[in-house]
């Protein structure tokens, strides 16, 4: 006798009738409306409820009763109906690219929703949100980006979208947190062992660590020192000095650069000591030279740094070895004689890695502080005088 007429579907923000409607001869009465078993309207004799501005929490449920009368009396009847509501847009879904968001990229966030098919022709405005603050105002482009993306532009986001005419209906997005990641955290300089001295290997490690969420990019690296660079930008992450010398001390740095994107990191300098075994050697004469005997020494003096090092010494004249090494720092020339004139010098080495220096030439000759001509001139006139002297004594 009684059923309760509704559109097959409504959209949210529509405005809606109903109808308590009776089989039709018969007369009714007392009509009353129900949401979720809850009186919203008692209308009397009068069929119909007008919903305004329907929204989606008022789809679970309505129905009516009426009196209808039949068989000489009014009996009560309902009818009753669940109202299909359809959304005219869905919740918009914020979205980010590129992701993740890499330093110095190009950003764009996109506010996406989609509108139902039987409203195709619903006019959608978007708005954008950064921290609570609004970053870009309502209108037609449902994009929102920036260039160069700095540590600034990190933040929370969210989005809105509103209908432009009828019912503003207005959907706001989740939150979405943009970060800006690091492809490879800030590299540092790592050395091998803590103290570096002459004739070690000293090998550098430009270390960073990749991020777990970009894999598809290779790393190069190159390394300096007090700001030159010592070795270009390559796949390795480290340098290497075979038998480094005190002249590879210095200030190092590394750069770490990606090969498919834009960005170099640098790391801080690291100075590194390369210790000193010994000092440059130094050829001397022994100054009191042995007249008598006709004796020359050179010695070959330096400073040794450490208590376990072993030394070996070597002499030239004229760029010819006249001894081999050996842990003598001496040479000895037993009769000295003009022909002893030369350019002499020496060399020093460790006997464990093979660290050799050489020291500055001394000439000994006509040209020379020790001539040995004059050595002999001496001679002959100390043999002078002791002949006369034992003349006298005669």
């Known amino acids: 006798y009684v059923i309760l007429q509704a559109p ?23 009509t009353i409306f129900y949401k979720d078993n809850g009186i919203i309207r008692n209308w009397g004799s009068y069929p119909q409820l007008r919903i305004n501005n329907i929204n989606l929490g008022g789809s679970r449920g309505y129905k009516c009763t009426k009196e209808v009368y039949h068989n000489l009396i009014y009996y009560q009847h309902s009818g009753g109906t669940s109202i299909p509501m359809k959304e005219i847009f869905t919740t918009p879904a914020i979205k980010v690219t590129p992701f993740p968001v890499i330093k110095g ?56 979208a509103k209908t432009v005419s009828g019912r503003i209906i207005v959907k706001r997005s989740k939150m979405l947190n943009i970060e800006l990641n690091a492809i490879f955290t800030q590299p540092e300089i790592i050395m091998t062992v803590n103290e570096m001295t002459e004739g070690d290997n000293m090998t550098l490690t430009c270390h960073t660590i990749r991020s777990g969420l970009i894999t598809d990019t290779e790393l190069e690296f190159a390394f300096y020192r007090d700001g030159q660079n010592v070795q270009e930008f390559s796949l390795s992450d480290r340098y290497e000095v075979k038998s480094a010398e005190t002249n590879h001390s210095g200030n190092y740095s590394c750069k770490v650069r990606s090969s498919t994107k834009n960005i170099t990191r640098s790391s801080e300098e690291v100075y590194i000591q390369i210790q000193e075994l010994f000092s440059k050697p130094e050829i001397e004469m022994i100054p009191d030279v042995d007249i008598e005997r006709n004796q020359m020494i050179l010695t070959c003096n330096t400073i040794v740094m450490r208590n376990d090092i072993e030394l070996q010494f070597a002499f030239y004249k004229n760029g010819q070895k006249i001894q081999e090494f050996n842990s003598s720092h001496q040479y000895v020339i037993p009769s000295t004689q003009l022909e002893d004139s030369g350019n002499y010098y020496c060399e020093v080495r460790t006997s464990r890695n093979g660290v050799k220096k050489r020291s500055e030439e001394l000439t000994v000759g006509q040209q020379g502080e020790y001539d040995p001509a004059v050595i002999q001139n001496m001679i002959r006139k100390l043999d002078n005088k002791n002949d006369n002297k034992n003349m006298e004594n005669s």
């Open 8 to 30: 097959l579907y409504v959209h949210e923000g529509d405005d809606v009738t109903l109808r308590c409607h009776h089989y039709p001869g018969y007369p009714g009465r007392q």
């Open 105 to 160: 990229d190009d950003v764009t966030v996109t506010c996406h929703t989609n509108v139902s098919p039987y409203r195709p022709e619903t006019e959608l405005q978007f708005a954008f949100h950064k921290d609570m603050q609004n970053i870009q105002s309502f209108n037609s482009s449902n994009q929102y980006g920036f260039q160069s993306a700095k540590k600034e532009n990190s933040g929370r986001y969210y989005c809105e």
